[in-house]
């Protein structure tokens, strides 16, 4: 499960000044068998977040981007820019997009950027992430998938355009209560060398990971024709759909309903106006079995325990739960929780969870901080114990710091976590970067370690809704 943080993108005028600069970033890998393949690197400035200045009686933002491609010490592409923000009167203010494309080679690239808020030049993000562009020449295959926030019909070609429509991205896959509809965009690659003749269709739908099986009636099915290049654009009214987390699949089926190929993208709902996430807890018949371990005065703590395994949606719940305050009701959220986590065996899968609960408590555990809310022990209980630490607690010219190194995390392989001890005092290590997709990001980091040239202003965040988080704010 991945750990997300609630952002309010919405805020007052006053509160703009003092913030910095904050900008969401995707990118996406498509194919045409006439131009070859291509990066399209999505970004949404989060308008609350950047200094304005007054226009002829408006206020207006500008930012400035620099992207650049490279190979080792290669430099491949690169692009340079100046965008500004919406025009503002009194209206509220509009986040605002950038869409720039990249023909590139198969292979493995490192995309940099920085963005610079013009209005105030030391507000500034600068970003480096790896980068593979697949080879589908001669491959049945489907590109990357798109969210989309808006769509409209356009005679215009821009940035934004596709097949005679205006796209604008969605580029966080969190779906609050406000969002009525998941609108998605992919490409189908390389159909027509199965031949004329052939007979396929393509599945789409929402899914439970837990289970892998479709949700409800969210599922459509589309005959297609073989094409070298065919859009796909659908969507779901999910209006009704519950709080939890999901993801959008596609199939391709040939003529006996045999799936070929398969494409998935994850996302999250809340949606509390339907349900609660763990449905009809306050009907659960407490199991002494399962209870017999957990005392009455220790229930608040497992039941905070459990966010840095949970979804947004599911952390919403637990909160609500332990504000009010009532051992019997967390009881059976709790007890409620594990029948829908380990569904074969919740105590089983509750008692392993405990194993690990003692281990950060003891292992990572502070003074001000219970282990599962230190740094290092949400690291361990979501991700599990890494396969590898390097604990250099006593270097002369560098903070304390340890290493953790993943071989395999989730769909990646080599990933890693340095964790450091600014304070220099006891264990109160933080995170200081991972190259994990969802995690603190710091391309400076062997720098940070020196003790004489740290500079937290320059660490950049990214967190699990994608969104660059720039300067000192936290």
């Not at 555990?365 to 991700?383: A, E, H, N, V």
């Not at 080599?414 to 450091?420: A, D, L, S, T």
């Not at 370690?449 to 950049?460: A, E, Q, V």
Request: proline share 5%.
């Amino acid at each position: 499960m991945r750990l997300l943080t609630l952002i309010t993108l919405l805020c007052l005028t006053s509160s703009l000044f003092g913030r910095s600069i904050r900008v969401i970033l995707n990118h996406n890998n498509f194919y045409h068998p006439s131009s070859g393949h291509f990066l399209e690197v999505q970004l949404q400035f989060l308008a609350t977040s950047i200094h304005y200045t007054d226009v002829n009686g408006k206020k207006e933002g500008e930012v400035e981007v620099n992207l650049i491609l490279t190979q080792g010490t290669h430099i491949v592409d690169f692009d340079k820019y100046r965008l500004k923000s919406h025009a503002i009167g009194d209206s509220l203010f509009e986040d605002f997009y950038s869409i720039r494309r990249f023909a590139l080679n198969p292979g493995m690239y490192e995309l940099e950027m920085s963005v610079v808020d013009i209005h105030k030049p030391e507000d500034t993000i600068s970003f480096v992430q790896e980068i593979e562009i697949k080879n589908w020449k001669g491959e049945l295959t489907f590109s990357d998938i798109t969210l989309i926030e808006t769509l409209s019909k356009s005679s215009q070609k821009t940035e934004f355009t596709k097949n005679g429509m205006e796209i604008i991205p969605r580029l966080s896959t969190y779906f609050p209560v406000e969002s009525e509809k998941i609108i998605f965009y992919s490409e189908l690659y390389n159909t027509n060398l199965l031949g004329d003749s052939a007979r396929f269709a393509l599945r789409y739908y929402l899914g439970d990971p837990k289970t892998k099986k479709t949700v409800g009636e969210y599922m459509g099915i589309k005959r297609l024709k073989a094409a070298e290049v065919i859009p796909i654009l659908y969507s779901f009214n999910i209006d009704q759909l519950p709080s939890g987390e999901y993801f959008l699949g596609f199939d391709l089926l040939d003529d006996e309903g045999v799936v070929v190929r398969q494409k998935f993208l994850p996302f999250d709902r809340y949606n509390p106006i339907i349900q609660d996430l763990v449905d009809g807890y306050e009907e659960t018949v407490l199991d002494p079995y399962f209870q017999k371990e957990i005392a009455s005065d220790s229930i608040f703590y497992y039941l905070e325990s459990l966010t840095p395994i949970s979804s947004r949606a599911e952390q919403e719940n637990i909160y609500k739960v332990i504000a009010k305050k009532d051992t019997l009701v967390a009881q059976k959220y709790f007890q409620s929780y594990w029948k829908k986590t380990a569904a074969l065996n919740p105590t089983e899968g509750w008692l392993l969870y405990k194993k690990s609960i003692q281990i950060v408590e003891k292992d990572y555990g502070t003074p001000l901080f219970p282990g599962f809310r230190t740094d290092r022990g949400r690291i361990f209980l979501k991700y599990g114990p890494p396969n590898a630490v390097v604990s250099r607690p006593n270097e002369p010219n560098e903070y304390p710091y340890e290493i953790w190194q993943y071989y395999k995390l989730e769909n990646f392989s080599n990933k890693r976590f340095i964790f450091y001890n600014p304070t220099m005092v006891g264990n109160d290590y933080v995170i200081l970067h991972s190259d994990m997709p969802g995690e603190l990001f710091n391309n400076r980091w062997q720098q940070e370690l020196n003790k004489r040239g740290n500079n937290r202003d320059s660490r950049t965040r990214i967190n699990d809704e994608g969104i660059l988080d720039g300067g000192g704010r936290w």
